[in-house]
């Protein structure tokens, strides 16, 4: 009936402001609903699990003396995820970053399967690192919790710029080892990416997600005023007999330090899991066998225990692990108390072992370990750095018998570095094409 | 049988109260007691040429309003009812309605012209009227006819072809319905007033010659005869016939190139020398060519140019001389007309179109305006100063950068000059100007402004200082600083130059908003809202001391609405209106601050101040709830987070009076979205609530009268209020899911072929899946097998909107998304669902594929939960 009206807008009103504030709403509404829902998918229920199921805690080579967090999560800390964690201050978020890597244990004999089931690679010497990008910003934490470095990055929400997906819970976190002399992450697990939990899901899809990930936000780039430092990614193996060699011979642009073995089907286990594994000899690691604060080698093997208040040593691993103990005499004398963590050498008895366990030490007292030290050994590793020679009460050595109910992956492996070691030439027979024929049935346990 | 009713009509007219009212009473009892009489005898006083013209009238339109309303649901009711009516009734109604058509009194013919449209509308896509067009053609092809009827019957076609498609015709009816209407316009045969409807009636039979449009023909003769009629003697019928012209530009683009030349003299001619309604429509022409030239530029290849349909550049070939004489109209303003918004003037309409042709060809414009600019940029008449500045303000969209560029550096100062000049016009204009040419070459996120640190400072002394001036001015002033702030959102190091002058903008909107000279609440709304683009693109960092002062001054202000004296309904509404654009700003403070954690300690300090104002506001009002602070309580509740409990127990009730609000229905979905807000903050303590809050949802839900928009956001509300509560949804997963099923078999029955219905229903479908999302997600620690019945519907309607193309991005992603979660929390019991589910496999290799970083993502993620569960 009526034509169409003519009017058009004229000097069209520059605002019209409250469609736009309900538009803002709107999108302010949904976009904190993906988040929440993201969050919800994030809250995966490996990642809460603080507590680490397995007790055995693999010590790593830590060169420079820190100080060592306390192990179990306080109820505070319990059910966070990661973004709620960032929100922690002070030694609570020490605490729950402390806990999160993916620890693995000492190769004391050759995982079966390892050809199918197991990926290798050369281990960046550096410090262990837990980098989190989020809110436009980028924070890499070692292992204790203290922060490395907090910087730019081209890794998703890792820098203030204008990035359309940079919602709140783009964040990431990054397994990684710095490397000092090129000042780069090597990135060496994918933990979350942009929000998604990657912890319930297999290396195998971990490793390809971080291969094809990293490299497109730009953060593999030389650095840059929005992106501090070069990120990098490691270059990972099957391990069959040329990935192995591979791994073990072919040069990178990083310091190695001893092969990690990958379990594929396993998932991304916070603590220690014997489904990831470290192995070293001199060729591969300067650090093969452990050294005082100047990097000298120890004439001895050493280790650092806790002592009970029955006068039991034990490591510092949940529950406790008896190791041994003292006479009473012996701990009046020397004024110690509970608590206290004692350095032993392992004398010239040397450790005996039954079935491959250790069964039996020969274990000197050294003294009393540097306070600044809150671990005992096997846990933390043998940071001989602590303990100044000076501080060695060495007339005081008594030598004990000690019982060992259990042993530790560390202890084994260095002692077999002394004694027995591990060669390279055993894990290339074992993943030798002979070794393939076997049809063994899959014993790989699942994480889940 | 019909009843006799003239005295009933007549006294429903009666300026006695208690007369009028009783006859009212009288037909409402009539037409309830027995519809088909009363419709009949309707119809009866209508075709009695001997009854009073007043009770035929209303006749008329109580006839009309049996049939139809503006209210969709009770349009649809009516139809019903209409076909509901025995038979016999209907065609003794449908004949005297046609009778009527023949009537002496031009009121009786024209009422009846309309009420037969209303019934063919219902019943011709029922195919239930069949002879209702031939009855009409019959009319024209009679050789006895009366002018008079004629007249009416070209009438009722137009609104016949009006009210229903042409699909609903046969062709061989859409042909004889347009020659009977192309005859009707035939100059030698036919009076003034049949030639006036014929022209009327084939502007709304236009759609219906898509057939005939596309034969040439018949084509050239409909082109001829509009072309004819829009040269005739009477003003109206030259009206009448552009605006078929106008219609045709937009519906007929792609054969109009024959007819170009014909139609620019046409039009030129009426632009220079026709009166105002007919130039009017001959620049609307122009506009509506460059309406389409401008969508085919936005369709087209940009590599290529080519599109599906051709872009003929009329514009482009015309602009030599069509953008001189739309600049001569430029010169013809009205005193008032920047005073007035009712007016729409031939200098209005060409400066649009001008602007519309500099979005269509773009640099190619300049040229052809600058000279114009220069000419009369300094002439001692006003109108010359004010031509030249619209011309130079309307072509500042379109041509590129580089070519701007030069020309406003170079006009700057004199822009700035002009806002003192003694005009009130030229200042409006010019400070408009200001405003465009900040909101399109003040970029510095891009790297691009015409605003340097350096004639920042006397950018803002003048606009400062114009603020000031008449209310119009004033309030092209705020435009001007709206786009000036909107430049630095988000502009890195840039944003901090705004920064200092931050204090004195917010001051003198403040007082621009204070004003009391204003007339109406233009510029107190303009002010409020460019305070709010300030402080949303202000540099937090810096400025968040300045705006943590603001917010106790808006408080305050807010807090003195409570005070006003309401005497009238007027005192109400300035006040609703006040507190309106006050809750905006608290509203965009709230959000401002909450944005960083370094700020938001200021709003929580001042929480519990905030929300005491709001529910004071909602206490103003007995039965509606204020929509604006509806929508700023909801950005509270994100900041406060938990603590927003403590206000729950008081804001509950405004709560439910806004579910409840299906009129306005605008109020019901902002609510919803605050459910959300209130969710996600308060998580399992908002349960003693949700008892309510489900039982509002569902019923509003089911509520047919209430606008379908808000229906989608419903359904993510309840994967809200299962996020945040947990195992505790349980309860309400029958009837939820009950609802999310029946909203999943809707988006299947949707018309697939309307557009909007193609958007709505994908809303629908994001909506359903993300309720799916949140309640798997709250369930799936715990008591995740409450869903395990529910799961393989879900699959399968995932399924199906897999397979269907019309599915957008939002539905892919929240599908990939909630397949995820299906998986993620259901675990392994959902292991042979997946493995019969093949088409899984085909999805996520789509969204693996994609560009869509996001979507890639989540498709990684989904892939990841599935493969879990087929390896469990």
Redesign the interface.
């Given at each position: 009936?009526a034509?169409?009206d003519?009017?058009?807008?004229?000097?069209r009103?520059?605002?019209?402001?409250?469609q736009r504030?309900?538009e803002?709403?709107?999108q302010?509404?949904?976009q904190?609903?993906r988040d929440?829902?993201q969050q919800?998918?994030c809250l995966?229920?490996s990642v809460l699990s603080l507590q680490s199921q397995y007790p055995d805690p693999v010590p790593e080579l830590e060169i420079e003396p820190e100080s060592q967090p306390q192990q179990e999560a306080g109820p505070l800390t319990k059910d966070l995820d990661i973004r709620q964690a960032s929100k922690l201050r002070g030694p609570e978020v020490r605490k729950w970053f402390a806990s999160q890597l993916m620890l693995p244990e000492w190769m004391i004999d050759v995982p079966d399967r390892l050809s199918h089931d197991w990926y290798v690679f050369a281990r960046p010497a550096g410090k262990r690192c837990m980098v989190v990008s989020s809110n436009g910003t980028t924070v890499s934490r070692e292992r204790n919790g203290s922060i490395l470095h907090h910087f730019p990055s081209a890794l998703p929400s890792g820098a203030r710029t204008?990035d359309p997906?940079g919602s709140a819970q783009s964040y990431c976190i990054l397994d990684c080892i710095f490397h000092e002399l090129d000042q780069t992450y090597y990135v060496i697990d994918m933990v979350c990416?942009?929000?998604?939990?990657?912890y319930?899901?297999?290396a195998e899809?971990r490793f390809f997600?971080l291969n094809s990930k990293l490299a497109e936000t730009g953060a593999c780039d030389a650095p840059s005023h929005y992106h501090k430092f070069r990120f990098s990614t490691v270059p990972v193996y099957d391990c069959d007999q040329r990935g192995l060699y591979s791994a073990y011979i072919e040069s990178v642009p990083y310091a190695k330090d001893g092969l990690l073995f990958y379990n594929k089907h396993a998932h991304y286990q916070t603590g220690n899991t014997p489904l990831a594994l470290v192995w070293k000899d001199e060729k591969c690691s300067q650090y093969v066998i452990d050294t005082d604060s100047k990097g000298q080698v120890l004439s001895q093997q050493q280790v650092v225990l806790e002592l009970q208040e029955d006068g039991k040593l034990s490591t510092s691993d949940d529950p406790p692990v008896i190791f041994g103990c003292l006479d009473g005499e012996f701990i009046q004398k020397s004024g110690l108390q509970s608590g206290s963590l004692l350095k032993f050498a392992i004398g010239n008895g040397g450790l005996s072992f039954v079935d491959g366990k250790l069964e039996k030490s020969d274990l000197n007292y050294l003294g009393k370990s540097n306070r600044a030290r809150m671990f005992a050994d096997s846990y933390s590793k043998t940071d001989f750095g602590f303990m100044s020679p000076a501080e060695m009460l060495r007339e005081s050595i008594c030598p004990c018998e000690l019982y060992v109910s259990i042993c530790l992956d560390k202890v084994i492996f260095q002692y077999m570095v002394r004694h027995t070691p591990l060669k390279f030439d055993d894990l290339l027979a074992s993943v030798s094409p002979s070794d393939d024929e076997e049809n063994k049935p899959c014993d790989v346990e699942m994480v889940d | 049988m019909a009843m006799e009713i003239t005295q009933f009509l007549l006294a429903a007219q009666s300026a006695d109260a208690n007369i009028r009212n009783e006859a009212e009473a009288n037909l409402r009892q009539l037409q309830q007691q027995n519809l088909p009489g009363f419709l009949l005898s309707l119809s009866v006083e209508l075709v009695n040429n001997e009854k009073p013209t007043e009770s035929r009238r209303l006749a008329g339109i109580m006839l009309k309003n049996s049939l139809d309303a503006k209210d969709a649901t009770t349009k649809e009711d009516l139809a019903k009812q209409w076909l509901a009516i025995d038979i016999s009734y209907k065609s003794q109604v449908k004949d005297l309605l046609l009778r009527t058509l023949a009537s002496p009194v031009p009121e009786a013919r024209h009422t009846s012209a309309q009420v037969i449209a209303k019934i063919a509308s219902i019943e011709i896509p029922q195919k239930q009227w069949p002879e209702l067009i031939r009855s009409l053609l019959n009319n024209m092809t009679q050789q006895d006819s009366l002018a008079a009827l004629k007249q009416a019957t070209l009438e009722t076609l137009g609104y016949v072809c009006e009210e229903i498609s042409h699909q609903d015709l046969v062709q061989d009816e859409v042909n004889a319905v347009l020659t009977a209407v192309v005859q009707g316009m035939n100059l030698a045969e036919h009076s003034a007033e049949v030639r006036l409807a014929a022209t009327r009636a084939l502007y709304n039979a236009l759609d219906f010659a898509l057939t005939n449009f596309q034969n040439e023909m018949e084509r050239n003769y409909i082109m001829k005869v509009v072309c004819e009629t829009a040269k005739s003697k009477e003003v109206e019928i030259r009206q009448a016939a552009f605006e078929c012209l106008v219609s045709i530009a937009s519906t007929y683009y792609e054969v109009l190139e024959p007819y170009m030349q014909t139609l620019f003299e046409l039009t030129s001619n009426a632009v220079k020398g026709d009166e105002e309604a007919v130039a009017l429509q001959a620049v609307e022409f122009w506009s509506s060519i460059c309406d389409e030239e401008i969508e085919l530029q936005e369709f087209e290849n940009p590599e290529t140019g080519d599109s599906d349909s051709p872009n003929y550049h009329f514009i482009e070939k015309a602009r030599s001389s069509l953008v001189p004489m739309l600049l001569e109209t430029l010169l013809k303003q009205e005193e008032d007309q920047d005073q007035d918004d009712s007016i729409w003037n031939i200098s209005m309409a060409g400066g649009t179109c001008l602007g519309l042709v500099a979005r269509t060809v773009g640099d190619e414009v300049v040229p052809l305006v600058m000279p114009f600019v220069e000419a009369n940029i300094v002439k001692s008449d006003w109108r010359c100063r004010e031509a030249a500045t619209y011309a130079f303000g309307s072509v500042l969209e379109g041509p590129t950068i580089d070519k701007l560029a030069p020309l406003v550096h170079a006009g700057f100062d004199f822009l700035l000059n002009a806002m003192r000049d003694e005009n009130n016009h030229v200042k409006d204009t010019t400070a408009w100007t200001l405003s465009r040419i900040f909101e399109l070459l003040h970029c510095p996120a891009t790297g691009f402004s015409v605003i340097s640190p350096e004639n920042l400072q006397r950018i803002l002394t003048v606009l400062l200082e114009s603020i000031k001036d008449a209310p119009n001015v004033a309030e092209k002033v705020c435009g001007a600083i709206y786009y000036l702030a909107q430049g630095y959102e988000d502009a890195g190091p840039s944003s901090s130059l705004l920064s200092p002058y931050l204090t004195s903008i917010i001051a003198e909107l403040l007082r621009a908003a204070d004003r009391t000279d204003v007339g109406g609440s233009k510029l107190r709304s303009a002010a409020y809202e460019t305070l709010n683009e300030v402080v949303r693109c202000s540099n937090i960092t810096e400025t968040s001391q300045i705006i943590a002062e603001l917010l106790p001054a808006i408080m305050g202000r807010l807090g003195q609405t409570l005070e006003l004296q309401i005497v009238s309904s007027d005192d109400r509404e300035k006040q609703g209106d006040l507190q309106a654009s006050l809750c905006g700003v608290l509203q965009v403070i709230i959000q401002k601050f909450s944005s960083t954690d370094a700020t938001k300690s200021f709003i929580l300090q001042t929480a519990d101040q905030i929300m005491v104002l709001f529910l004071r506001v909602f206490a103003c009002r007995s039965s509606t709830v204020h929509e604006e602070a509806m929508l700023a309580i909801g950005a509270l509740a994100y900041a406060t987070g938990p603590e927003f409990a403590k206000y729950m127990p008081e804001f509950y009730q405004y709560l439910q009076m806004g579910l409840q609000n299906s009129e306005e229905y605008q109020v019901c979905a902002i609510t919803v979205g605050v459910v959300g807000d209130v969710c996600r903050a308060l998580d399992d303590k908002v349960l003693p609530f949700c008892d309510g809050i489900m039982s509002l949802l569902l019923n509003a839900l089911s509520n047919s009268q209430l606008n379908r928009s808000v229906k989608p956001p419903i359904l993510s509300c309840f994967g809200d209020i299962a996020l945040a509560i947990g195992v505790h949804f349980e309860k309400y997963v029958p009837h939820a899911l009950q609802m999310m099923q029946e909203a999943a078999k809707a988006c299947a029955q949707l018309d697939m072929e309307d557009e909007e219905l193609i958007d709505y229903g994908n809303q629908l479908r994001s909506s359903i899946f993300e309720a799916y999302s949140g309640i798997l997600q709250g369930f799936k620690s715990a008591r995740a097998e409450v869903m395990m019945p529910y799961a393989q519907h879900l699959l399968q309607f995932i399924e199906l909107i897999f397979k269907d193309n019309h599915r957008d991005e939002n539905v892919t992603k929240a599908a990939v998304a909630v397949m995820g979660d299906l998986a993620d929390a259901l675990g392994p019991n959902t292991k042979l669902l997946f493995k019969d589910s093949s088409f899984c496999n085909d999805f996520m290799s789509e969204c693996l594929r994609s560009d869509d970083e996001q979507l890639k993502e989540t498709a990684g993620w989904t892939q990841g939960m599935i493969n879990r569960v087929l390896v469990s």
């Open positions: 009936m034509p169409h003519l009017r058009r807008p004229f000097k009103p520059a605002i019209s402001d409250q504030r309900r803002l709403s709107l302010r509404q949904s904190n609903r929440a829902q919800a998918r995966a229920s204008k997906s990416w942009r929000g998604y939990s990657l319930d899901c297999t899809f997600w | -």
